[in-house]
């Protein structure tokens, strides 16, 4: 009895692996042809990418405070509290602001996505669709997908700045350091391949929170019950396929000793 729930367990998983893949490869090949939805992408970016801008910045901010807070005690033991601005700088351009960034972007949007796609389809809007020779990876997910891919990166920017915004006011208050020493050693610090790999990392996970909220949203069964299951499970395979991405693409990375 067990061996058979295994296998339908597998079956069912390799299954929802084949219908992603699927979806994100009919994406991306509708991606390169019209008819585009200008209108309605420019309307997911002011959504996602402006709606998430004000929690994308806090956290940032006090993600660089708190890391200057535990790095400054660990480098006073060792009398280097100099280094602080590049241990600050290196943490929040290669890793810290990439990811945070996007598992902020991905809790908001992705569940949005996964709401927002579930609804039309429980309530017939996307049968209704196609019936109107409307392609739904057309209209519904090709926006986001751009809109997500397009203001990620942005958001990124944005947020590894605030969180150096945020180390330099803790060192400025706390550890006394100078803005000419924090900000020198910081921009010292900083190489074209750790900013390269820092904004090279955005545009998979936008492509991941975009295609896994849309990919849930268009498989929602069970009615309006189901629509919240769909936006919980965005949310957790979002957010586990972004930690999991950072690794392999940082492995992937240090294996070509690209850094």
Known sequence: MLAVLFENFLKRKVLAVQEFTHLLAGSFERAFSPPHYVID??????????????????????TGAVLALQTYRTLSTFGEVGLLGEVVALSIVRELGPVLTALMVAGRNSSGIASEIGSMLVSEQVDAMRALGTDP??????????????????????????????GYLVSSSTVRLSGEEYWVRAYQALTIQDVTQGMLKPFFFGVTIAAVGCYFGLHTTGGTAGV?????????????????LDFFITKFLIAIRFF
């Open 228 to 244: 919240g299951r769909s936006t919980t499970q965005s949310v957790v395979a979002a957010s586990v396929a972004i930690l999991v």
């Open 137 to 166: 990876l057309r209209k519904l997910v090709l926006p986001r997908l751009f809109a997500t891919l397009l203001t990620l990166p942005l958001l990124t920017i944005l947020s590894d700045f605030f969180g150096m915004m945020g």
């Open 41 to 62: 992408t420019l309307v997911q970016m002011d959504i996602i990418g402006f709606g998430s801008l004000p929690i994308v910045l806090l956290t940032g901010f006090f």
